[in-house]
């Protein structure tokens, strides 16, 4: 393992703009071109964009010692072309063998896939990784956190999210990892709808909550209030069943889910509309449509935009993928040509907003690093993908800001876990951690 790696390892390094992957296996893999991701391409979202501009040396730095790591020769920033400030803070630090690379406007500008595509022209074929086609990609506020753990030795122990929506107050914030999400909103003043419900992430892609007194990971890029009648809220509450339901009686076979659809515009099998046919009529079609859902990149943009008729698609790529991971499938195809209109079918930013209802929302939320101080902290021992870290701390210890408090299991995938406060072990759990100040 190379020094970087292994220093984001120690420090507990995940990719905060996703799923966590753990960066210092990411760091392992030899790559052409390291790319990052500053797009934040759904609406409402504040943190990249505003973190760029703080700690421009410090995300130069990261990519510079991303770049040392894997043996890059190029390093690409890509930002839209909206983030002038950003763009403004981060060129003139920029080596000969680094770049911007100015994003139009437009959604997905932000996934993964895209993104490579749009910067670089590589499309990972799917199934695949963007280490398969050279290319490693982190976002902003990941390569920050690699510059703190090489440079400094500092942990991930804090995470800056933005709260936004049906809130008086809108603002992004800097909180420690754990820190309840009902803490963490009342930051944004008071909220302004009677019946709120909650959304972890963007409105496209974002998670409804359960609960707001669960606490802030690794990966929580922001949280959204919306009023109950809200076109996102009425989605992301209708069962299966209905959608199910709604898709045998209405679909059209329109096709505009597939020709909309941004992994299969860049050739990828993924087709909306046959999975929605194949599911409903008992697997008509090839095997491999139905198994296609797993490269489904859950966009939105088969239910938010394409469907005339409120089907979503995506929600059945999504029980299809949890199915047939249950079973071990896996799917196998082939990169297919680069649709012609590929570049002129994906959505603005600003259109979407409209279509979405979230116009009214769609304000500044202003960076406010002030320091917090949670009486308590639940950290969860799995905030990344892989196995959960195992505690290394019982009840009743003393332990300080920035402590290892559970590791990586031995020859597993995942990520370490620091105290992101001072006080004790109060409970300890499968699950997760409880520290007291």
């Not at 009529?281 to 139905?290: C, F, T």
């Not at 790529?317 to 209109?341: C, H, Q, S, W």
């Not at 101080?373 to 993908?385: D, E, G, T």
Request: glycine share 8%; charged share 20%.
């Amino acid at each position: 393992m190379n020094e970087i790696a292994r220093k984001a390892r120690e420090a507990g390094v995940v990719g905060s703009g996703g799923a966590g992957f753990p960066t210092h296996v990411k760091l392992l893999s030899p790559a052409e071109i390291y790319l990052v991701n500053g797009a934040e391409c759904e609406p409402l979202l504040k943190v990249d964009q505003q973190l760029a501009v703080k700690y421009a040396p410090q995300l130069v730095r990261g990519l510079q010692l991303a770049m040392q790591a894997v043996g890059a020769r190029e390093g690409i920033i890509a930002f839209k072309a909206k983030y002038v400030d950003a763009i403004a803070a981060v060129q003139p630090l920029l080596a000969a063998n680094m770049r911007i690379h100015i994003l139009k406007d437009i959604y997905p500008a932000g996934d993964e896939v895209i993104t490579i595509w749009m910067a670089t022209g590589r499309r990972v074929p799917p199934a695949a990784l963007p280490k398969d086609v050279g290319v490693a990609v982190n976002n902003v506020l990941t390569l920050i956190n690699l510059a703190r753990a090489v440079d400094h030795g500092t942990p991930v122990i804090d995470r800056t999210l933005t709260i936004s929506g049906a809130v008086s107050d809108p603002i992004t914030v800097t909180v420690p990892i754990g820190t309840p999400l009902r803490d963490v909103i009342a930051r944004a003043g008071s909220i302004t709808t009677n019946k709120p419900y909650f959304v972890n992430g963007g409105p496209m892609m974002g998670k409804l909550l359960d609960s707001i007194d669960q606490p802030v990971t690794k990966t929580t890029g922001g949280i959204i209030v919306l009023p109950e009648d809200h076109i996102v809220i009425r989605r992301h509450r209708q069962p299966m069943q209905n959608i199910m339901a709604t898709a045998r009686a209405v679909c059209e076979q329109c096709n505009l889910c597939t020709e909309l659809c941004p992994r299969h515009l860049i050739g990828h099998e993924l087709h909306p509309a046959l999975i929605v046919r194949s599911a409903n009529y008992r697997d008509i079609g090839k095997p491999s449509v139905l198994l296609s859902a797993l490269t489904c990149s859950e966009c939105a943009i088969c239910e938010q935009w394409a469907c005339p008729v409120d089907i979503s698609p995506m929600r059945i790529n999504i029980a299809l993928k949890e199915k047939f991971r249950a079973e071990g499938a896996r799917y196998v195809g082939e990169l297919r040509p680069l649709d012609p209109m590929a570049e002129h079918r994906l959505v603005p930013t600003s259109r979407l907003v409209t279509r979405l209802g979230i116009a009214p929302y769609n304000k500044k939320a202003p960076l406010d690093e002030t320091e917090t101080h949670p009486k308590a902290v639940v950290l969860n021992l799995r905030q990344h993908i892989g196995a959960a870290a195992v505690p290394l701390v019982r009840v009743g210890d003393a332990v300080q800001r920035g402590q290892l408090l559970a590791d990586i299991p031995p020859d597993a995938l995942g990520a370490r876990l620091h105290a992101s406060i001072s006080g004790t072990v109060s409970a300890v759990s499968s699950q997760s951690i409880t520290l007291t100040a």
